[in-house]
């Protein structure tokens, strides 16, 4: 069965840097693409970024340049880091396997639980 | 960037059609993709490629998609449809793309 564990998530501080991880299992993980997806307290579900695999990544307009994510598919884990934070960072934060229908078109047929980042003095 | 616009809310009756839309700008000539999510759960895809049905998925669940509209179509709708709704599309200038999502309550 496809697993997907993130972790990493917590309060900081505006301003602050954060690097969640996500551990990946039952999958030929270096095959897939691999995105992050966030949703705010009682909001809507937004796309981050994606990274195929071969490391290419691309990043929504709002963390571009704030943000940054890798991969190692030898240990199966994809990483985002999460610098210059906002409040509006503050959410539950995704792990999502990708189906490529049309590269780089996807969709998602793995989702993690979720680590929840909060940003706030 | 590309907007996907879905009504905040349906009520339907058990055993009655619960319709939820997906409005987009030429929005047929793409790939609609539908998630389920329930309260406090993870999305969990229900529809791909616009009707498209993942194992598992039970036929209640159908899809289409012209024009300007993308439409879910749960039939038969049971307390356990019961959840947030979101629509996706690829596009080439914002990327991946999710719909604002409805909200469907089962009377």
């Known amino acids: 069965d496809v697993q997907l564990v993130e972790s990493g998530g917590g309060l900081v501080q505006p301003g602050g840097s954060l690097r969640l991880s996500c551990a990946a299992s039952?999958?030929?993980?270096?095959?897939?693409?691999m995105h992050w997806v966030r949703q705010s307290p009682g909001k809507g579900l937004v796309w981050v970024a994606r990274i195929d695999g071969y490391g290419s990544a691309a990043f929504a307009d709002s963390v571009k340049g704030r943000f940054t994510t890798s991969r190692d598919n030898g240990k199966n884990t994809m990483d985002l880091q999460l610098n210059s934070l906002r409040a509006e960072d503050s959410a539950v934060y995704y792990c999502v396997r990708a189906i490529n229908w049309n590269y780089p078109a996807h969709y998602f047929d793995s989702w993690g639980q979720g680590t929840l980042v909060t940003v706030s003095s | 960037s590309y907007v996907l616009t879905q009504a905040p809310a349906v009520s339907v009756a058990p055993g009655e059609t619960a319709k939820i839309t997906c409005g987009g700008n030429i929005i047929g000539s793409k790939s609609v993709h539908w998630y389920q999510q329930r309260p406090g759960q993870a999305p969990v895809l229900v529809i791909y490629e616009d009707k498209m049905r993942p194992s598992g998925i039970p036929e209640r669940f159908s899809g289409s998609n012209s024009g300007n509209t993308a439409t879910l179509t749960i039939s038969w709708v049971e307390a356990g449809d019961e959840a947030d709704y979101y629509c996706?599309?690829?596009?080439?200038?914002?990327?991946?793309?999710f719909g604002t999502g409805t909200k469907v309550t089962v009377l």
């Open positions: 039952g999958f030929a993980f270096s095959k897939y693409s």
């Open positions: 996706q599309v690829w596009d080439s200038r914002s990327d991946h793309v």
